[in-house]
C-alpha cells in the first residue's frame, strides 16, 4: 500500500537558519511523482516543490530544494534562509495511480515555526 | 494563472440542514476535480474524485448519499452535505486537474483552492 511518513510533527528553527523536514515514502509503483505543500493558518494548499520519481536530479526552487534518495525512499525538504513567513504545516505526498486515476497521498505533516 | 475559487470560504449551519460548497477553476478547463476534508491538525484525507460529465468515485468508507458531488462543467464542481451533523464540521478542500498539460510544472498538475470551513451546530 502506499503510504507517507513523515516522523516530526514539530520543527523549530532560528530566522535565516536551514531546516529539513522529513518525508519517507512507499510504494510499488515503478513511476511516482513527491510533493511538497506549505498550509499557512488561513488553510490555503501551496505548492512548493515535485520529484518525479525518475528525475535525474533533485528538485530545486528558490529557497526550497528536495533531497531525494530513491534507494532510501525518502524525500526530505530542505528550507534554506529560514523567514518568519516559513511558519506553517507543512505536507508531503505522494502521486499514485488507482483505478485508472491519480490520486495524492498526504502524510500528517510537520508544524513548522520560525523563531525570531 | 491556474485558480481555483472556492464558496463559500466559512458556513455555520444547523444539525440536519445541507450545505452546498462550490468549486471553480477560474481560468482553466478542469475534467477532474477533487475533494479533501481535514479534521483539525490533521492530514487531507481524499473523499472523493469528480469526472465532468460522470459519477463521483468515492473513497472507501465515504458515504455517497451523505456527500452529493456533481460536476456539470469543466469549471464548476459542488460538494453538498447533506443532512449535516456536528461530526461533519472540518475543512473541505478542492483540487482541480488542468485538462492541458502544456506549460504547466508538470503533467496532470493540481491546483487547490483556499478551502471551506464548515461548522455544524
Known amino acids: 500500500a502506499q503510504k507517507i511518513t513523515q516522523t516530526q510533527p514539530g520543527m523549530f528553527v532560528q530566522e535565516k537558519e536551514a531546516v529539513t523536514l522529513d518525508c519517507t515514502y512507499d510504494t510499488s509503483d515503478p513511476s511516482y511523482g513527491l510533493f511538497w505543500y506549505k498550509q499557512p493558518s488561513s488553510g490555503e494548499m501551496i505548492f512548493l516543490i515535485y520529484q518525479g520519481s525518475y528525475d535525474q536530479q533533485n528538485a530545486t526552487e528558490g529557497r526550497y530544494s528536495l533531497n531525494f534518495q530513491k534507494a532510501r525512499k525518502s524525500a526530505n525538504l530542505v528550507i534554506s534562509a529560514s523567514q518568519l513567513g516559513d511558519s506553517a504545516m507543512y505536507f508531503c505526498?505522494?502521486?499514485?495511480?488507482?483505478?485508472?486515476?491519480?490520486?495524492?497521498?498526504f502524510g500528517k505533516g510537520t508544524k513548522l515555526t520560525v523563531n525570531p | 494563472g491556474a485558480v481555483v475559487s472556492q464558496h463559500p470560504s466559512r458556513v455555520i449551519c444547523k444539525s440536519g440542514t445541507s450545505v452546498k460548497i462550490e468549486c471553480r477553476s477560474l481560468?482553466?478547463?478542469?475534467?477532474?476535480m477533487f475533494w479533501y476534508r481535514q479534521f483539525p491538525k490533521q492530514s487531507l484525507m481524499l473523499m472523493a474524485t469528480s469526472n465532468e460529465g460522470s459519477k463521483a468515485t468515492y473513497e472507501q468508507g465515504v458515504e455517497k448519499d451523505k456527500f452529493l458531488i456533481n460536476h456539470a462543467s469543466l469549471t464548476l464542481s459542488t460538494l453538498t452535505v447533506t443532512s449535516a451533523h456536528p461530526e461533519d464540521s472540518s475543512f473541505y478542500i478542492c483540487?482541480?486537474?488542468?485538462?492541458?498539460?502544456?506549460?504547466?510544472?508538470?503533467?496532470?498538475?493540481?491546483?487547490f483552492g483556499p478551502g471551506t470551513r464548515l461548522t455544524v451546530l
Open positions: 483540487s482541480a486537474r488542468d485538462r492541458s498539460s502544456g506549460g504547466r510544472r508538470f503533467h496532470n498538475e493540481q491546483f
Open positions: 505526498a505522494m502521486r499514485r495511480l488507482q483505478g485508472g486515476s491519480e490520486k495524492l497521498v
Open positions: 481560468d482553466f478547463q478542469a475534467t477532474t
